[in-house]
């Protein structure tokens, strides 16, 4: 099972930019689906942004324009790039993987979590 170590979290101010990083285990890292999911105090995580193993990506509507998502397959590491941050945008950021892309969007990931990288973001 592919496990996920993520980090480049922190605390900024409105409108400014972080970057996350989440490297993965094993070898098949090229071959699967990954996503960048959130969980704010008191709320569901929740989906962030996905890119399928051919690069295609999705993002939710409320980082849409602003959040970026790649993936070097060579370091096995996905990344997520975080513009214009809002104080909603304060979460545990998480990444996950699914067998399936659509399913990734839809339901989410069944895989294991990580502990996460925190970014705050205030005012």
């Known amino acids: 099972q592919v496990q996920f170590v993520e980090s480049g979290g922190g605390s900024v101010q409105a409108g400014g930019s972080l970057r996350l990083s989440c490297v993965a285990s094993g070898d098949t890292f090229s071959m699967i689906h990954i996503g960048w999911f959130r969980q704010a105090p008191g709320k569901q995580r929740e989906l962030v942004a996905a890119?399928?193993?051919?690069?295609?990506?999705n993002y939710a509507d409320s980082v849409t324009g602003r959040f970026t998502i790649s993936r070097d397959n060579a370091e096995n590491t996905v990344y997520l790039q975080m513009n214009s941050l809002k104080p909603e945008d304060t979460a545990v950021y998480y990444c996950?993987?699914?067998?399936?892309?659509?399913?990734?969007?839809?339901?989410?990931?069944?895989?294991?979590w990580g502990q996460g990288t925190q970014v705050t973001v205030s005012s």
């Open positions: 890119i399928s193993r051919g690069g295609t990506t």
């Open positions: 996950n993987t699914e067998t399936d892309f659509l399913r990734l969007i839809v339901e989410g990931s069944r895989g294991s």
